[in-house]
């Protein structure tokens, strides 16, 4: 068995249901069309042909009497009279013999036939009775007046003729309109048929499934203005959309976080082979370090050299641990530190690499930033980081702005602020949403590690990294921690 889906069905029956409309109309136009023909050919035919008919007999009454009138009176103005109703009926009967048919025009030849008859006998009755042959002139006239009734009783038949031919057409058009009414109400109970046939596919097919789907939705969530099923739907589907967006939110956030995770174990199996390779080399080196720092006889300047390259070896030592750790959070160790003490001690270690690298250093400081707690080695390791980005991205040297204020943040409150600013190339709009995942870099020798730990740094403190940069200007890293209330 042939099954069509609900779209095709619905499409037929509105298809028939137009359809049946359109012929209706058609057929309404139609039988206009045809009803204005039959009241032209009525008015055109029937009444036009029933009052020549009229006009005819009257003219031909006109003509009764005349001659005997004459007869009577001896006044020629009888005969000038009779000349000008011949004339008429004569005229009145061309008339007719040019729009008659071939029924009525039968019944006209007769009428002229017979007229011409009775006028030829007529002129002789008026020529002997000017003559003086009365009798014989009366005999004639006897048989003219039998003449004339038989012309007026073919007048009175073409009359009818014309009558009866109204009348049958008045029937015929009488029955297509009632032929035409038992169509209309044909196509009218097939409409009716159609459109129970179409509400009942869409309440059985359409309203039925989404009522229940409607039902569904709880009442609770319903608007207060739903007043029918399709609006409920229409809520329930929104709401459906809205916790479609949401989880598609999460499962991006997701894969995110497993694919971090993944790149977490990868840091993980690598931190522990570095460890092994780091670590062992690191400690001989601290020690020699503290062996010459105690026997050697060192001058003020070298004996600050050594103790650079001593804190160097320490931060080396943090930076493989951190390393090791980037897969699970690291352990604070707060304390109560000045932000601004903590950038002093960064650019006093990064002081030889400046130079090295011809970078010039300016500090916008106002007043030293208020206390917070956090871990002075960890911002320091992310201090290091924003500034060693900053240098390597001016290989042929340039300047770094630090910033630092306190200032009012809409998320975190009041905070310290440090803003660190180079004049390099910048970083392209494309790449600013990825440059602080981990390993992501566009440098060489780069692990990508850098201004992750930095970002996870700044995280664990509470605080946020915005980064601002226009491509050829240079770019902006703003490090915002929260000061808190009880904090001088």
């Known amino acids: ?186 196509g009218a109970l097939f409409s009716i048929l159609i459109c129970i046939a179409l509400a009942f596919v869409i309440i059985t097919r359409v309203l039925d499934p989404i009522r229940r789907i409607a039902e569904k939705v709880p009442p609770e969530r319903l608007k207060e203005d739903s007043q029918d099923e399709v609006a409920a739907l229409d809520y329930g589907v929104d709401k459906l959309l809205d916790r479609i967006g949401h989880a598609s939110v999460e499962l991006e956030r997701s894969r995110e976080l497993l694919q971090l995770s993944e790149k977490m174990a990868v840091v993980g199996k690598l931190a522990a082979e570095v460890a092994h390779s780091i670590r062992n080399p690191m400690t001989s080196i601290k020690m020699r370090l503290f062996s010459l720092a105690r026997g050697a006889n060192l001058d003020d300047a070298r004996q600050e050299d050594l103790e650079v390259i001593a804190e160097e070896m320490r931060r080396l030592d943090n930076i493989v ?61 992310m201090l290091v980081n924003l500034m060693v980005n900053a240098c390597e991205a001016m290989p042929d040297g340039g300047h770094i702005l630090i910033v630092e204020e306190t200032a009012d943040d809409e998320e975190l409150g009041r905070v310290a602020r440090v803003a660190v600013s180079d004049d390099g190339p910048g970083i392209p709009e494309r790449l600013l949403e990825s440059i602080s995942e981990p390993f992501f870099t566009t440098k060489e020798t780069g692990t990508g590690l850098g201004l992750s730990i930095a970002t996870r740094i700044i995280n664990e403190h509470g605080g946020r990294l915005d980064v601002l940069s226009v491509e050829g200007e240079g770019a902006a890293f703003i490090v915002s921690i929260p000061i808190k209330e009880d904090i001088s």
């Open 321 to 381: 641990i951190n390393f090791l750790e980037f897969s699970r959070p690291p352990q604070l160790r707060k304390q109560r530190i000045a932000l601004s003490d903590v950038l002093d001690t960064t650019l006093i270690l990064l002081e030889k690499r400046f130079e090295h690298d011809r970078i010039m250093i300016r500090v916008n400081r106002k007043d030293p930033l208020p206390q917070i707690e956090a871990d002075p080695e960890l911002l320091k390791e």
């Open 1 to 186: 068995m042939l099954h069509t889906d609900l779209r095709t069905r619905l499409y037929a029956l509105i298809g028939a249901l137009i359809a049946m409309l359109v012929a209706g109309g058609a057929v309404t136009i139609w039988h206009s069309y045809r009803a204005r023909s039959a009241m032209s050919d009525f008015a055109g035919f029937g009444m036009e042909s029933f009052l020549l008919g009229y006009e005819l007999e009257k003219s031909l009454l006109n003509q009764k009497g005349v001659v005997s009138y004459f007869l009577l009176s001896g006044d020629t103005e009888w005969l000038d009279n009779l000349d000008a109703h011949r004339n008429e009926f004569e005229q009145r009967l061309k008339t007719a013999r040019e729009k008659a048919d071939a029924e009525s025009l039968a019944i006209l030849s007769k009428i002229a036939v017979l007229y011409g008859e009775y006028d030829a006998e007529r002129q002789r009755i008026i020529a002997m009775y000017q003559e003086g042959r009365i009798e014989e002139g009366a005999a004639l006239h006897s048989d003219a007046r039998n003449k004339f009734e038989d012309i007026r009783s073919l007048c009175n038949e073409y009359s009818g003729a014309a009558n009866e031919k109204t009348t049958r057409m008045w029937n015929e058009r009488a029955r297509e309109a009632g032929r035409l009414a038992g169509l209309s109400a044909a």
